[in-house]
């Protein structure tokens, strides 16, 4: 019979001080009401309601009212996991109420798991002048900030507008009156032991890890990112982690569509936009100085709703709001994130905006969606020859897509100074044309990879020749060349399979390829693929993508252009994206 191990009981300290400056992990002249370190950087000053710390219970766990920190020692990761695992408390044991302030140990007291192991042992502390600084840019943000708890009195939509104000408010924070990066940020290291999971949870982790990683890359290569570099993230920060089951539950409500696991997905759909919204709020309140939680999880987020095929646009709202945190940590944290995980945090934003710029109205510029440091990361990244799990190997024609999209904004603009066309603007076109008739995909590139790349360049290139507007029957080049591109990809089309997981990254050819068809024949083609797709990969926006081209289709033929698509978004009030 096996022996049961005790479990081992955390060790307890009592700190004194306001709860600020514990937060803070800074000394507290304890003055009363407010105490000279809140007074001098403008931060409320909070004290517990008493300062008498009741004795440890008969099971070693103070009362509600305490104020404890859970102190672990040890110098190796394999000591410290031990010991995180052995003194967890038991399920249903509270260990103070919201005064209680619980302390972990760092997690860079341990080696890097995930490809980064710099020399420093713990967090960075944050100096003085630092947190001043925090203080005074966050000080009118913090006042807009709500915090409002999701229960079965507010809905969904409720809980989305507060994130999205949440994310919002923190697009517009300045990271440029900041301190150092290394005062703000600190890559985990090593992640702690997998929280306690219940078997719902543990069934949901299995479909990400089985079904869902595999739908959201596309295969292009051996290691898929989503699993990892998202996994061990997810085992150390909780929010990460809720926001993958939620991903995980959509996908699998997407694929299943029985009322139950709808239900379920629900469920964890509004418990993680809960927790993601306090993480929002942490950060802008100052409890959280790393960027690097809320920008995954706002990337989480997005794929969420591409996996339930949202139509409401709520992935438009995370874009916005979440450009500039990975412009901040992408571009002046380089230093504390490997190099594999930002290549992905790049790709993976850079791809979802540029995806989406279709969706926008034709008042809208690129520079909304992708700012000029993440598209000179871009670059450097196609300059190393990046494969990724989103882009493949187009990721050089993906960068092409918001000059092509300024370009054709600026010929349909009602006014526009100088006028359409001028010199420049042929040079333009021409430049891009070439750049989009030059690619070639990688050789590392597999045969699947390769041809979703061709099928990638053939829609850019409709895109393009389609900017300079459609419906004119006396265009007669611009007419044949349109049909050559269209034969060309329907060739490559043909010799890919549908169901092939590469295509999970195929919905923004696809459109653009299917809007561009007259052809009844060709569009049958185009509804049996995407059917076989969604079937396969079972992604929302698949079936969205299916929905939307009906509509383009059953417009007059010199309405059908790409550059109507957001015309038929709002007509139809189906906002989607492609990614």
Not at 336 to 360: C, G, K, N, Q
Request: with cysteine; aromatic share 8%.
């Amino acid at each position: 019979m096996q022996q049961q191990v005790q479990r081992r009981k955390p060790t307890l300290r009592v700190k004194t001080g306001c709860f600020t400056c514990r937060n803070r992990k800074k000394k507290c002249d304890e003055s009363r009401p407010i105490c000279a370190a809140c007074l001098r950087i403008k931060l409320p000053c909070k004290w517990p309601t008493t300062l008498d710390q009741s004795p440890p219970s008969a099971d070693g766990f103070p009362d509600g009212n305490d104020t404890i920190e859970v102190a672990l020692s040890g110098s190796s990761p394999e000591r410290d996991i031990r010991q995180s695992s052995t003194s967890s408390p038991e399920p249903g044991i509270d260990l103070g109420n919201d005064e209680a302030s619980i302390e972990s140990p760092p997690l860079e007291q341990c080696e890097s798991s995930i490809g980064h192991s710099p020399e420093r042992s713990s967090l960075p502390v944050i100096t003085t002048d630092a947190a001043t600084a925090i203080a005074e840019c966050l000080e009118d943000v913090m006042q807009d900030v709500t915090e409002i708890e999701v229960d079965a009195d507010e809905t969904v939509e409720d809980a989305l507008e507060a994130t999205s104000n949440a994310l919002a408010t923190l697009s517009q924070f300045n990271f440029n009156q900041t301190a150092s990066s290394e005062q703000f940020i600190s890559m985990p290291l090593i992640p702690s032991t997998m929280p306690g999971l219940d078997a719902q949870s543990f069934e949901l982790m299995g479909h990400y890890l089985g079904r869902t990683a595999l739908s959201m890359g596309n295969g292009s290569t051996t290691e898929n990112p989503f699993i990892v570099q998202l996994i061990p993230l997810s085992f150390a920060n909780p929010v990460v982690l809720e926001l993958i089951l939620s991903q995980s539950a959509s996908h699998r409500a997407v694929l299943d569509g029985q009322d139950r696991t709808n239900a379920i997905a629900q469920t964890y759909y509004t418990k993680s936009i809960r927790q993601f919204r306090k993480a929002v709020n942490d950060y802008l309140a100052g409890n959280e100085s790393s960027p690097l939680w809320i920008t995954i999880g706002a990337l989480i987020m997005c794929f969420t709703e591409t996996a339930k095929g949202d139509t409401n646009g709520v992935i438009f709202d995370h874009l916005q709001a979440v450009g500039p945190l990975v412009v901040d940590l992408v571009s002046k944290h380089r230093h504390v994130l490997p190099d594999e995980l930002r290549a992905f945090v790049t790709e993976y934003y850079v791809y979802t905006a540029i995806i989406s710029m279709i969706s926008m109205e034709p008042s809208a510029t690129a520079a909304m969606f992708l700012a000029t440091e993440l598209e000179y990361e871009a670059q450097l990244l196609v300059e190393n020859g990046y494969v990724g799990q989103l882009c493949g190997s187009w990721l050089s024609l993906l960068l092409l897509i918001p000059h092509i999209f300024d370009f054709g904004h600026r010929r349909a603009a009602a006014s526009v100074q100088p006028p359409f066309p001028t010199a420049d603007d042929f040079l333009n076109f021409c430049q891009l044309q070439t750049s989009i008739n030059s690619f070639y995909p990688s050789p590392s590139a597999n045969a699947e990879v390769t041809l979703c790349g061709y099928i990638f360049q053939q829609a850019v290139h409709l895109y393009l020749l389609t900017s300079l507007g459609v419906g004119d029957a006396a265009q007669i080049t611009q007419q044949v060349s349109i049909e050559n591109v269209l034969s060309s990809a329907f060739l490559y089309l043909e010799q890919l399979p549908a169901s092939a997981r590469i295509n999970t990254s195929m919905c923004w050819a696809l459109a653009i390829i299917g809007v561009c068809t007259p052809d009844d024949d060709r569009r049958d083609i185009l509804r049996q693929r995407l059917g076989t797709m969604f079937v396969t990969i079972g992604l929302g926006n698949i079936s969205s993508t299916l929905a939307l081209l009906e509509k383009s289709w059953a417009r007059p033929q010199e309405n059908q252009s790409p550059w109507n698509i957001s015309q038929i978004m709002y007509e139809h009030e189906i906002w989607i994206s492609f990614a």
